[in-house]
């Protein structure tokens, strides 16, 4: 799969989650319409992560020839997405709550913001 094809492909499982992800913010928890709509931002979050990972950095230093710091957003994903399961699993809400918001900004908000920066192909696509 070419880059552009990840890139796409990225973007197709990134929005859903955004979207989602502020409805669940804002909405009531608990309910089972939170239930099913977080277990499908998990899955959405999870392909988007694992997708990001196939993607060589672009700009940057890199490890191995292929990664980047951004990267360290998609091992945030696929580090606190299964904790925040195993978390309301256990009726821990305080540790569930904190994977939550934590997966959301670092791995939507803020690796979302670096994409948009100048070098980088999302950046290309809406400013260029």
Known sequence: MTYLQLAYLHLATVIPPFLIGAFILLAKKG???HKRLGKLYMVFM???AIISLLMPAQIGPTLLGHFGFIHLFSMLVLLC???GLIAIRRNNLRAH???MIGV???GIII???FAFMPGRLLHSWMFM
């Open 31 to 33: 309910t089972p319409r």
């Open 46 to 48: 999870m392909l988007t």
């Open 81 to 83: 997405i299964p904790l």
């Open 97 to 99: 709550i904190g994977n």
């Open 104 to 106: 959301y900004l670092g």
């Open 111 to 113: 690796a979302g913001a």
